[in-house]
């Protein structure tokens, strides 16, 4: 299916680009160490960014990522400290996620809230139940957590796919035939095209929209099992902020905020564009933190500008 | 001759209007069939309840002479009847193929079949003679495109009723042309169509039997042969039977320094380059039937529709016609749907007059509370609003009180011009009157008044002059003794 693949090109570039700078300005970067890290890394990110591309496409927003990625964590390691095994407190934590963003999709659609408002008090929901579980960062103790982060994919030139990079492949594969090989895909790019002319050629626009935040939810509460094997932890306050990066990272990706035009693959290129700034000012040492986020920010306003293009290109209503 | 689709005895009233009353319609496998009348005279209702978007309160719907019932649009569909809209009702943002197959997805081990929905895609444009890259983009295409994927949306192997609701509304000439002949391979193909047009010289091309419509109830219904346009105007406007000639002021002749100067001025696609004079205390009307242009012409000159050719003059000084402009030139405009455009209905009407004021006077110079008491009752006063005081909300008072609490906003800026759209629309006869009356009063003070409406009473009431409008052009300009129904109607109708 040929869709609108300027934005991704653009978004690939960059990230090649970036990466041809990084190896230039400092040995050994130009890796599949450094590649394979990147993913690591950035996997639970990547992950809930590619659930927050869903309901971006289908017009909505999705604010509760971060606090979901937090209490997935903190209810892991409380139920690790009862014996739970962690695949056991996973499967729960994930169908707790798709229940979770179920129930947000319906109340914005029964009661037509608008998104943001729903998810924010999810996002504040989510958080508290943190703190009612735990004040403190607890550990993952079971040995499944060491077995799970010991596994690897050897790549060509001595990097490594960690567990958690296979795991984020293995749901953006999933993603990817959803979106582009179901007719619940197909719906969510009407929904957010044109909300009003895709309810008229019969797209289920309740049915959708829970599925869609259902969707979210479940990538979400998936990405925060990634991160706590990953950081073999629960801490009330992990994936603070992470909701902003993810839908910067859908953004980055190439889909149009307004829902409607983007690609499911977007979200893997502006997550791992995301982590590679971050890796660059690493790299230098001397650089402030600071700089990743100024980077970052300055990222996001050329590809705005550059979408903004984009839009006016798909609508010649009066040309002549 | 057996119907394809016929509706016996519709009758559907919403809270406040009845919208249809006992109209039959129907249509035969092969023919075209017009569908004709002025903003409210229920086509939409009865394309709703055709097309299953809404359901009547009474009478019968029939199919192939069965009776049927659509709960909703997809039932409609599954039936048969196909619909597209004057607004192209696809999504822009997905592929042609996307927006034809959405909702009937070929599947292929349960995944969607993209191949096979391409090339259906095209096998149902090439029946349409469109041949395009059904993997771009909707929204690339011109609106022409656009309305003909639509179509090809609504024909289903078993689609054996398509209506077209205004279908060449955005179209150019050519592109009328060519929906028009595909209109004639359909009806060959043995399907009955429903072709809604403002557009009479469409209709008159097109239609094997005309169906006119008046406040819901069905005025006429016969061949193009038997109903020419000299019949039709006088049925859709409904003048016939009132034949009564309203006494009215008569004409005066303004002559002097103009205060408004309109040459050329037009749009293209919108409205044709037209000539118009507006001298200080001349009420000059604008007639036409709905989609003639009276709405663009009012907006043209007033700058809401920004023109490309022609140019304005007020009092002697060129603009360059925009909102601003001319309300800094004493021009006030009160448009057509006072709800959406003209008022903000949950402020009380003191804060109505004042938002006129201060938007003109600049926000620094704040009108103190005391001066926006003293207009408001002063217009309160002036207009006769029926309003127990200046503070309540607008959108809670009657019809004919909002309009005059519009006209109040336009009038507390002290305009030298002021352009009202349909100024009596949806208010009751007492309140018609009043404000019919006022616009006369207005005009004695004065003021240059410019009037487009669709009522013809409303118009010879009010007018010194009366441009009257076919198809988006200025066709004639009627003045003194000419200004009565059976010139403008003659006017409106003339080929």
Same mark, same amino acid.
């Given at each position: ?320 | ?241 009132? =034949?009564? +000639?309203?006494?009215? #002021?008569? $004409? ?8 408004? &100067?309109? /040459?050329?001025? @037009? ?108 207009? =408001?009752? +002063?217009?309160?006063? #002036?207009? $006769? ?8 909300? &607008?959108? /809670?008072?009657? @019809? ?96």
């Amino acid at each position: 299916m040929k869709r609108t693949w300027l934005p991704l090109a653009a978004t690939i570039a960059v990230f090649v680009a970036l990466f041809g700078v990084g190896g230039a300005l400092y040995n050994h970067f130009l890796s599949s160490l450094v590649l394979g890290d990147i993913l690591d890394d950035n996997a639970f990110l990547i992950i809930a960014a590619i659930g927050a591309n869903f309901v971006i496409l289908s017009g909505g927003i999705d604010l509760s990522i971060g606090s979901m990625i937090g209490f997935v964590g903190v209810v892991m390691a409380k139920l690790d400290a009862f014996g739970w095994h962690p695949l056991a407190s996973a499967a729960v934590m994930i169908v707790f996620g798709a229940g979770f963003g179920a129930c947000q999709g319906l109340i914005i659609d029964f009661c037509e809230i608008q998104p943001f408002i729903v998810t924010l008090a999810g996002l504040f929901l989510l958080r508290g139940a943190c703190f009612m579980v735990t004040l403190d960062s607890l550990p993952l103790r079971h040995p499944f957590v060491s077995d799970f982060a010991a596994v690897a994919l050897p790549l060509p030139g001595g990097g490594f796919l960690a567990s958690s990079a296979l795991a984020m492949f293995a749901a953006l594969a999933v993603a990817v035939v959803i979106a582009h090989k179901t007719s619940f895909g197909a719906n969510v790019y009407a929904m957010g095209g044109d909300r009003t002319s895709a309810a008229l050629m019969g797209v289920p626009i309740r049915a959708t929209t829970v599925k869609v935040y259902a969707l979210g939810g479940l990538y979400s509460a998936f990405g925060g099992v990634i991160y706590a094997l990953y950081t073999s932890s629960g801490y009330p306050l992990a994936g603070s902020g992470a909701e902003l990066s993810a839908i910067a990272a859908v953004v980055l990706g190439g889909t149009l905020l307004t829902g409607g035009i983007g690609l499911v693959v977007g979200a893997l290129f502006g997550g791992m564009i995301l982590g590679l700034i971050a890796t660059l000012i690493n790299f230098n040492g001397s650089l402030n933190g600071a700089w990743i986020m100024i980077s970052s920010g300055v990222l996001l306003f050329v590809f705005i500008v550059m979408q903004r293009a984009l839009v006016g290109s798909l609508t010649p209503r009066s040309a002549s | 001759m057996t119907a394809r689709i016929e509706i016996v005895a519709a009758a559907k009233t919403y809270p406040g209007v009845r919208a249809l009353d006992d109209v039959d319609f129907h249509v035969a496998a092969g023919e075209v069939h017009a569908l004709l009348g002025e903003n409210g005279a229920g086509k939409s209702t009865l394309i709703k309840i055709m097309t299953g978007a809404a359901t009547a309160d009474a009478g019968e719907l029939r199919l192939d002479g069965r009776p049927m019932r659509f709960a909703s649009p997809a039932d409609a569909r599954a039936a048969g009847v196909g619909a597209v809209y004057q607004e192209v009702n696809l999504v822009p943002t997905l592929t042609v193929t996307e927006n034809l197959a959405l909702g009937r997805l070929p599947r292929r081990f349960g995944l969607v079949d993209w191949r096979a929905a391409r090339v259906q895609a095209r096998l149902r444009l090439r029946k349409l003679g469109v041949e395009i890259d059904v993997e771009r983009p909707l929204g690339v295409y011109s609106i022409a495109i656009q309305q003909l994927v639509a179509i090809a949306r609504a024909l289903d192997e078993d689609t054996s009723v398509l209506v077209l609701d205004e279908p060449t509304a955005s179209l150019d000439a050519a592109e009328t042309a060519r929906l028009l002949d595909i209109v004639r391979e359909l009806k060959g193909q043995g399907l009955a169509i429903v072709f809604i047009s403002h557009f009479l010289d469409q209709v008159y091309a097109i239609a094997d039997r005309l169906t006119v419509l008046r406040n819901g109830r069905r005025v006429g219904v016969g061949t193009p042969q038997e109903i020419p346009p000299a019949k039709l105007v006088p049925l859709m406007l409904g003048r016939e039977l009132e =034949a009564v +000639e309203r006494a009215r #002021a008569a $004409g005066q002749t303004h002559t002097g320094e103009p205060i408004l &100067v309109a /040459q050329g001025l @037009g749009k293209t696609r919108v409205m044709a380059p037209f000539d118009l004079t507006l001298h200080p205390g001349e009420a000059v009307g604008l007639s036409g039937l709905l989609g003639a242009g009276r709405t663009e012409s009012a907006k043209l000159i007033f700058g809401a529709l920004r023109a490309d050719s022609g140019s304005l003059k007020i009092a002697g000084e060129k603009i360059n016609p925009s909102p601003r402009a001319s309300l800094a030139r004493g021009i006030a405009f009160c448009p057509e749907d006072r709800k959406a455009e003209g008022i903000f209905a949950e402020l009380s009407i003191r804060e109505n007059i004042a938002i006129a004021l201060q938007s003109k006077r600049g926000w620094l110079k704040a009108l103190s509370r005391a001066e926006q008491d003293r207009l =408001a009752s +002063e217009m309160i006063e #002036a207009l $006769g609003i029926a309003t127990p005081d200046a503070e309540k909300p &607008v959108g /809670q008072l009657s @019809g004919g009180n909002q309009q005059k609490a519009v006209l109040a906003r336009a009038l507390v800026s002290d305009p030298r011009v002021l352009i009202l759209d349909e100024p009596t629309r949806g208010i009751d006869v007492g309140a018609h009157a009043e404000i019919v009356a006022l616009i006369r009063r207005l005009a004695g003070q004065g003021l240059a008044v410019l009037v487009a409406s669709s009522e013809l009473e409303e118009l010879i009431a009010v007018s010194d002059r009366v441009a009257v409008l076919r198809d988006r052009a200025f066709v004639g300009e009627l003045s003194g003794a000419d200004i009565n129904q059976q010139t403008i109607m003659r006017t409106i109708a003339a080929p």
